[in-house]
């Protein structure tokens, strides 16, 4: 038996299982610490490609490879006991084809030991989400605004207002009948995000959509107010790390600066007193 199955984690069933239960809880995780952290309290934990943005300084996820991504996986894998992993599929790594889209998702589970990976897109990939599902391949699809696709839907702006909302609604019902396990709804409107819910069999994931959903994501850094080059309207700071991380550096550079620190408790003496022998 593998480590990863010794941990018992839940599965992508017992997650598509909590449909119209107790909201599952979800957050991103990049590194080893952060999964510690969150791993008592989420019920599945996303390695997401805004890893590009958050840590790696990239303008947008368009940057983000496959070797990133198994890298943070890898890392995310090493803090998780209990929480289900969950990996996204980079840009440019499923979109050419179903059997493109399965080498590189079988790899990004092997090196890993994620649970399940994600992907962008609704009646577009469904045939996609169908062939990796029917080859042992759980999907967690991903709706509304796709990131990945920012170029093409001018910015990151709210969709599925007014006549673009069947739109949403048919990519919703589009995989799931594909057979993905849950569905990622990013920046719909609430009403939207709740019709949704009510129509199709499988759980959703909201951000940026309604507390009726049957879960919530948000990337960790952002709230915990680690990433500051900008807040979307949808986050909650529910700390603000950054700033008091700014506030220990600049403390610690006055000290250095004064010679304040090290202080002799920090230091260590040149030589370990001798004992007089007895006479």
Known sequence: MSATAAKNRPLPVDIRARKGGVPLVSLTAYTTPMA???????????VGDSVGMVLHGLPSTLGVTMEMM?????????????????????????????????RNAARLMAETGAGAVKLEGGQAMADT?????????????????????????????????????EAVMADAR????????????????QGLADRITADIPIPTIGIGASAGCDGQILVVDDMLGLFTAFKAKFVKRYATLGEDAEAAVAAYAE????RDFPA????????????????
């Open 70 to 102: 198994i890298l943070h996986g890898q890392a995310v894998e090493r803090g998780l006991e209990r929480a289900m992993m969950v990996i996204d599929m980079p840009f440019g790594s499923y979109e050419e084809g179903p059997a493109q889209a399965f």
């Open 36 to 46: 510690q952290v969150m791993d008592a309290h989420c019920d599945f934990v996303l």
């Open 255 to 258: 000290e250095v600066r004064a």
């Open 174 to 189: 589009a995989v799931a009948e594909a057979g993905a396990f849950a569905v990622v709804l990013e920046k719909v409107p």
């Open 129 to 165: 989400i169908g062939f990796l599902v029917a080859r042992g391949i759980p999907v967690m699809a991903h709706i509304g605004l796709t990131p990945q696709s920012v170029n093409t839907l001018g910015g990151y702006r709210v969709q599925g207002r007014d006549a673009e909302g």
């Open 264 to 279: 002799p408790e920090h230091v260590f003496a040149d030589t370990t007193p001798v004992k007089a022998p007895n006479t």
